[in-house]
Nanobody, 114 residues
């Protein structure tokens, strides 16, 4: 499975960005898809995840600001990020779990200026 992220960039605090993750296979075949992020000097952390049963989990620090969505026809998932804060600055990674395998995208940089 290949994952290609896009949509990162530089934005001012309070601004919005939408990240995209395009998969090389049907997203119906995945057990789950998620977005993680890693800030400099910090561990990678889960931002949001959607399972094959369509249940969605959001980390507390993004609840009410970020929305995870999917376009099955395009094999693409999105992370709509609103009300961005400087502490959201990180490299954002798309993640897929398929059976016993886990796949990662190359990451996309999100920088939020104060």
């Amino acid at each position: 499975v290949q994952l290609v992220e896009s949509g990162g960039g530089l934005v001012q605090a309070g601004g919005t960005l939408r990240l995209s993750c395009a998969a090389s296979e049907s997203i119906f075949s995945f057990n789950s898809m998620g977005w993680y992020r890693q800030a400099p000097g910090k561990q990678r952390e889960l931002v949001a995840r959607i399972t094959s049963g369509r249940s969605t989990f959001y980390a507390d620090f993004v609840k009410g600001r970020f929305t995870f969505s999917r376009d099955n026809a395009k094999n693409t998932v999105y992370l709509q990020m609103n009300s961005l804060k400087p502490e959201d600055t990180a490299v954002y990674y798309c993640n897929v779990v398929q059976l016993n395998w886990e796949y990662w995208g190359q990451g996309t940089q999100v920088t939020v200026s104060s």
